[in-house]
């Protein structure tokens, strides 16, 4: 599973363009590290990811907005560690929000 920050709301906005993404030598496994989300090319990638993500902590506190290839628990394993956050509320396309 991909996935990448694109909004972060509890800092200095250090953490946008973290994430699990392809590993640029074209292995099919990726790694942890940051992309320039102003490069057209990255921003078209991100915008391709199906899924949306919002990760909350348990006081309802809306940490990360994000980005995903599916719907999963990578991004928020990686916040819970991190920051505390404890749920993902998630959508594809105009679905409605669910809490993953």
Known sequence: MYWVI?????????????GFIPSLSGEK???HRFINLCDPDVKAWVKSLPVEIRLYDDDDILYYEGRASEAGFDAQDWAERNDGVTYTMWRSGDADWEVL
């Not at 694109?6 to 973290?18: A, E, K, M, S």
């Open 6 to 18: 694109t909004r972060d709301l509890i800092g200095t906005g250090d953490r946008v363009g973290l």
């Open 29 to 31: 496994h990726g790694t």
